[in-house]
């Protein structure tokens, strides 16, 4: 397979020993990455994500106060384009681009944020405002409160889904003067805690994982009614797991032929036939390292950020089946994701 190379942006863990913001190289033929620089400017960015153009980079602090910043990345280096930006809510743990604004997901306190972009794709001094999320759930330990896990926009740009793990709950919301306004809240099965959601390429159907338990909903999406449906829950793994088996990532294939998790758990990664009616899961494969927190899809490969091992890995994807087959890794210490330019 020839391939035409490009960017790729880390996120790491600073405060567990990751580098920071890690800018890495795609070779022209193949998947390997090739480590290019680091630039440890702002603690534990976590979660990264490029502007339509590719020439800003936005990057959550996922630390108790939240923040976050953006990178200037037209050259080769990421240079800091002004201060962080306090979000106003603790633990941002993902972000989106949206209707002029960076959102942030606030899983500390369960809130989503919205900070206003300038013109320059810089951001503003503060946020325009924040829609706080209330609730609970019915696990004691994790589900005392709202913990908003993912924000990102529908793929008709008309609304903005937020995936509530605490609230077992995904909510639709737009922008009213700058401010995330609540317009619809879709319920999942109580305990499920889902985490992160997945668009399907058609725009009517998207997928959520659920961390609390090892399970993808399989959801219905009306954009003219900004409405997500719940139709069936799937399993990640062919059998009960030890323990807990918490779920992470999740991506669908371009075609959408198939849908990817991850499982931090046990290692592994599960691969799902997209079908009329649902998903099927068709098998596991190890991870090629411990902890995988995120992964994403590329030009026929899958990336695998493994957080506790410290490596980012990468599988080639048979175009049949589906099936990832493992290629190769770098050493990224604290790896939490992976965001192609």
């Known amino acids: 397979m ?11 863990f600073t405060a567990a020993g990751g580098p920071g913001l890690v800018t890495a190289e795609v070779a022209a033929q193949g998947g390997a990455l090739t480590l290019l620089a680091a630039v440890n400017d702002v603690p534990d960015p976590s979660y990264l994500t490029l502007s339509p153009d590719g020439t800003m980079l936005y990057a959550v602090s996922e ?3 939240g923040a976050v910043a953006a990178y200037r990345v037209d050259g080769g280096r990421p240079e800091l384009a002004g201060p962080s930006v306090p979000v106003d809510g603790s633990g941002p743990t993902h972000l989106s681009l949206y209707a002029g604004h960076v959102l942030t997901a606030n899983y500390g306190c369960g809130s989503v944020t919205a900070v206003p972009l300038r013109p320059d794709g810089t951001l503003a001094a503060k946020p325009s405002g924040r829609l706080q999320h209330t609730g609970s759930g019915p696990h004691d330990r994790r589900q005392r409160g709202p913990h908003a896990h993912q924000v990102q926009p529908d793929p008709s740009g008309r609304w903005a889904v937020s995936v509530d793990l ?6 639709v919301c737009a922008l009213e003067a700058g401010v995330p306004a609540l317009h619809r809240e879709c ?11 997945a668009f399907h390429p058609d725009g009517e159907r998207a997928y959520v994982v659920n961390e609390l338990t090892p399970t993808v909903t399989v959801c219905r999406w009306d954009a003219s009614a900004g409405s997500l449906k719940p139709l069936t829950e799937v399993p990640l793994l062919p059998g009960a797991p030890a323990g807990d088996a918490y779920p992470s990532g999740i991506a669908v294939a371009p075609d959408g032929r198939f849908v990817w998790t991850a499982t931090r758990g046990e290692d592994v990664l599960s691969v799902l036939a997209v079908e009329a009616d649902g998903l099927r899961l068709l098998g596991t494969v190890p991870c090629a390292g411990h902890w995988p927190r995120a992964l994403a899809e590329h030009d026929g490969f899958l990336y695998v950020a493994n957080e506790r091992s410290g490596d980012v890995s990468w599988f080639a994807v048979d175009e049949a089946t589906g099936l ?15 965001v192609f330019g």
């Open 2 to 12: 020839v391939r035409s190379g490009g960017r790729v942006f880390i996120g790491s």
């Open 63 to 65: 630390t108790a106060e």
């Open 324 to 338: 990832p087959r493992y290629d190769g890794s770098v050493q990224v210490a604290a790896a939490s994701c992976v």
């Open 187 to 197: 319920a999942l099965r109580p305990g499920s805690g889902p985490r992160h959601l």
């Open 166 to 171: 605490g609230t077992d709950s995904v909510r």
